[in-house]
């Protein structure tokens, strides 16, 4: 996106958070593209046999911010940053569901590597419920960490987006991922 469509999108951010009920969807139209792309991300890492697609992802992540009383957010970086979030939470929902459904057999599985195919069932893959736990214990610990994982690993951003949408150094960044995927292995035994 470019310097004068990342400004738009921040105005209408400050629009929404000041309660302009109509900037909301032209909000969700002018960042659609960004919103697709990281869904699209989302699921380089999905095992191939989900049935949520990016297209429906960014759909329900509309659905329900347009069913949102307020919002908060303070700029694009922060609209994108919470979409981010938004949408690991509706995975995480969509396979706690499809797994309550099958009584506990055939957990989604995703991979933590930028840009890699989607896991094998039952190989190569992170179960997206653990992860979720997993991550929001990251989070707690270091909030910044948990928001690199969801920005890097998860919706595929490369460092130096990441690093601009967390306001921090590439540097910080490399080492923040050496460090989470040293921590992940530990926690989730991979």
């Known amino acids: ?28 139209d002018a960042a659609y593209k960004e919103l697709r ?15 949520l697609q990016p297209t429906a992802l960014v759909n329900e992540l509309c659905v329900r911010l347009l069913d949102k009383e307020s919002s908060d ?8 940053r919470a979409a981010a979030t938004a949408m690991r939470n509706l995975l995480t929902d969509h ?14 599985t995703v991979t933590l590597d930028p840009g890699s195919a989607p896991a094998a069932r039952g190989g190569g893959g992170y179960d ?16 910044r960490l948990g928001r690199v994982v969801e920005l890097r ?8 987006q990441t690093a601009d949408l967390l306001g921090v150094s590439e540097r910080t960044i490399e080492i923040d991922t050496k460090l989470i995927r040293a921590w992940l ?6």
Request: no cysteine; aromatic share 4%; proline share 1%.
């Open 1 to 28: 996106m470019g310097e004068s469509g990342e400004r738009d999108v921040t105005q209408l951010v400050r629009r929404v958070s000041a309660g302009d009920e109509g900037a909301l969807p032209l909000l969700l």
């Open 37 to 51: 792309a990281i869904a699209g991300n989302l699921f380089k890492g999905q095992s191939g046999d989900h049935t």
């Open 73 to 80: 957010w303070s700029d694009r970086k922060h609209f994108i």
């Open 95 to 108: 396979a706690r569901a499809k797994r309550a459904e099958k009584r506990g057999g055939g957990a989604a």
């Open 128 to 143: 997206v419920v653990a992860l979720d736990e997993t991550l929001t214990r990251l989070a707690q610990a270091n909030e």
């Open 153 to 160: 690993f998860l919706a595929g951003l490369s460092v130096a």
């Open 185 to 190: 292995q530990k926690e989730l035994g991979a």
